[in-house]
């Protein structure tokens, strides 16, 4: 009986997987966030009005994909994983250099 709970159904995933999933969103979440703030902060010197709603676009783009991958869509499995990766790779490194680090709590 305890085989088949960690197999999983075609209904719900096993609880490691998706205890990893969560935390991988919640962490693209938070990485989204701060580097968009410090971003948008410091670069672009965008009012308040404009942060907000283009903040609320790429969090309901990122939302969208984020189902579509719980839901088995490779196409969308593969533009999250580049998008962590520029994340990664482009976008904090640049703002932990621009904005020195200490202000990512502003």
């Known amino acids: 009986m305890k ?25 693209l979440m938070l990485t989204t966030g701060i580097s968009f703030g410090i971003v948008v902060h410091f670069y672009i010197k965008l009012t308040p ?9 790429v969090a309901m783009t990122f939302f969208i994909i984020n189902f579509r991958v719980t839901r088995g869509s490779f196409l969308c499995a593969n533009i999250l994983k580049y998008y962590a990766l520029f994340l990664v790779f482009i976008s904090l490194p640049a703002v932990l250099i621009g904005g020195g680090g200490k202000y990512l709590f502003l």
């Not at 999983?8 to 919640?26: A, E, H, N, Q, Y």
């Not at 009005?49 to 676009?57: K, M, T």
């Open 3 to 27: 085989d088949e709970e960690e197999k999983g159904s075609l209904l719900f995933p096993p609880w490691k997987l998706m205890g990893r999933f969560l935390l991988v969103t919640m962490i």
């Open 49 to 57: 009005e404009w942060a907000v709603c283009i903040l609320f676009l």
